[in-house]
């Protein structure tokens, strides 16, 4: 039960684009069309944005997309906006009833 | 609405023993699978122990496995997680949340409540 990788940081400027990866292993993102990404701001609870690799909950922006590659997922954000500036955690199945979180990306809007 | 309101944290010395509860409202409670996921302080989060709607199934995390134990009572709609042997690096805010049922993933989560494993 590794945790999955992501980068540390990443930022945008409003109105642009950016990605954040999360890699796993065969055993977790590889084997399973089953990430999930989650924003948190200071001193909240997560929030749900994608689950299954690309699917958006009721209510997320259509800004916010997911895609998967091999041992990798991706979350791109579109139009960066002030309020996107947040933590955010990408999670997997992991097989026999566990799930595995990655360390989190921290996003600043420049 | 739909709510989730965790209980039960506290400071507790390491070694010793700790419940908390995590009270459900606004849904079906019995129709959905419980997580706990905690969050050491200024730290990533980390999933800890999912529960089936019916409690006929359980996991805990490695991290866990054979000190903490996750029930639920579907009479009260509450679930639980009973942690034993404290230690140290059990710190955090612990946030129960909804599995969305079929999709591996979570969907309503509590407003946490921290743990401080500490003499």
């Known amino acids: 039960q590794s945790a999955l990788t992501q980068p540390a940081s990443v930022s945008g400027s409003p109105g642009q684009s950016i990605t954040i990866s999360c890699t796993g292993t065969?055993?977790?993102?590889?084997?399973?069309?089953?990430v999930s990404w989650y924003q948190q701001h200071p001193g909240k609870a997560p929030k749900l944005m994608i689950y299954e690799g690309s699917k958006r909950p009721s209510g997320v922006s259509n800004r916010f997309s997911g895609s998967k590659s091999g041992n990798t997922a991706s979350l791109t954000i579109s139009g960066l906006q002030p309020e996107d500036e947040a933590d955010y955690y990408c999670c997997s199945f992991a097989g026999s009833s566990t799930w595995v979180f990655g360390g989190g990306t921290k996003l600043t809007v420049l | 609405q739909v709510q989730l309101v965790e209980s039960g944290g506290g400071v507790v010395q390491p070694g010793r023993s700790l419940r908390l509860s995590c009270a459900a409202s606004?849904?079906?409670?019995?129709?959905?699978?419980m997580h706990w996921v905690r969050q050491a302080p200024g730290k990533g989060l980390e999933w800890v122990a999912v529960?089936?709607?019916?409690?006929?199934?359980?996991q805990t995390a490695d991290s866990v496995k054979g000190r903490f134990t996750v029930s639920r009572d579907n009479s009260k709609n509450t679930v639980y997680l009973q942690m034993n042997s404290l230690r140290a690096d059990d710190t955090a805010v612990y946030y129960c949340a909804r599995d969305l049922s079929g999709e591996y993933a979570f969907d309503i989560w509590g407003q946490g409540t921290l743990v401080t494993v500490s003499s």
């Open positions: 606004g849904f079906t409670f019995r129709s959905y699978g």
């Open positions: 529960i089936s709607k019916d409690a006929s199934d359980e």
């Open positions: 065969s055993s977790d993102v590889g084997n399973y069309n089953l």
